[in-house]
């Protein structure tokens, strides 16, 4: 009995209809990049300095420009490693006494300026930028900081909850049902988040967020690589992580139009909603069919691809069957991760350089887009570094194997980051080179496994742990980092 593998084989692997469904799927990642480092422009921390209703009116009675304003009232301006007294404290004084003169008030008082007590803003911040971003508008800043990385974090926690289930999901209901269900709370749960009245209903939509979209992006990788044959699986799962860098370039042209953070997370959230078009688009897994016993709608789908390549089914099509070595009905679960002691060593090895590779990856990423003079362009050149390392993977994969590349990649990036501690503090375009190529091969579990293999082995990228550990990694500015 013909598998169906052996039927792609006859009506082609990746003929007309499997490159329409993975150009369709391919807008799966591109649309998610937002959610995993939307951070970058919705939390960006602008400099920012005190607030006090008294000096506005003296700088407006003096005439003083915004330099001058910065110059002679607000503590520790220009000092190396001082950026905390000029952004979170503020001089103890009344600038509304009538004896501060225009040229340098604090002059005039009986303590020097080197003496005179700091007590943190009272009255808010003022923000250098011209929209807005959930720092400005909740003032996360100083000592609320860590509700930044919170929020982050509770992204990432959404993504590890939601790993636990949703690949179970998958296989007990179907790949298509888990990508629309979880398509549509995604995309509700990001207008949610653009329009949540305070701080802790935008951090709880976050997280919602978090808990479903994973499930968009492994349900539309399941489907694409189990449509195809297997000769061409390994490219087609590179290339759907490539339309995640795509995404991130795209996010940085959206943000850079877009400077407002609720409407930028509008922006992002929307076209979401267009997945749920995919179910007149998109067929369910014919592997998947088979594995439940649906032989008679599997054939049907098989006969579409063929009609749609342009090939003649084969004639003894409708006595397709799962493949061989699965000949029961699928009950996954995550005991089948240590089952078998070969199994269970490559799991753990996995979950560990997901772990190790979300630590690298979101801290030098989350670094690289916050800072220099441009955070827009500079987020871009970094995701432009996920090129060469997704055709370096393409062109050695099927030459030299799954291990070397793995190895090198870890080996290169690991020499990098040491190589950094020595490098001057003011070349942060070399960030940029490092994190891209540390990333474990996309098919570096054989695709036969469950697919709850591959959700735990994901879980464990955008574990909290994981990835509030990348948020908190910043190696420039340290003001109050911190995860829960």
Known sequence: MPTVDDVLEQVGEFGWFQKQVFL???LVPIALAPISLGIVFLGFTPDHWCRNPGVAELSQRCGWSLADELNYTVPGLGAENEAFLHQCMQYEVDWNQSTLSCTDPLSSLPDNRSRLSLVPCQHGWVYDMPGSSIVTEFNLVCANAWKMDLFQSGLNLGFFLGSLGIGYIADRFGRKLCFLGTALVTAVSG????????????????????????????????????????????????????AFTVGLGVLAGVAYAIPHWRWLQLAVSLPTF???????????????LLSQRRNTQAVKIMEHIAHRNGKPPPADL?????????????????????RSPTLRKYSLVLMYLWFSSSVLYQGLILHVGATGENHYLDFFYSSLVEFPSAFIMLVTIDRVGRIYPLAVS??????????????????????????????????????????????YGKSLQYQPFGGCAGRSVDLKTQENPSCV
Not at 199 to 218: A, C, D, E, N, P
Not at 274 to 288: I, M, Q, T
């Open 410 to 455: 870890n080996l290169v990036a690991a020499a990098a980051c040491l190589i950094m501690i020595f490098i001057p503090h003011d070349s942060d375009s070399l960030l940029k080179a490092v994190g891209p190529f540390h990333s474990p091969p996309p098919e570096t579990h054989d695709n036969s496994i469950d697919l709850t293999n591959m959700w």
């Open 191 to 242: 207008v949610l988040t653009a329009v949540a009245p305070d701080y802790t209903f935008m951090v709880l939509f976050r997280l919602v967020q978090g808990m479903v979209s994973k499930g968009v992006w492994m349900s539309g990788y399941t489907l694409i690589t189990e449509f195809v044959g297997s000769s061409y699986r390994r490219m087609v799962s590179i290339l759907y992580q490539v």
């Open 24 to 26: 369709s799927l391919s």
């Open 318 to 338: 409708k006595m397709l069957s799962v493949e061989k070595n699965v000949m029961e009905k699928l009950s996954p679960s995550f005991v089948d991760l240590f």
């Open 274 to 288: 267009l997945f749920l078009l995919y179910y007149w688009c998109v067929p369910e897994s014919p592997r998947w």
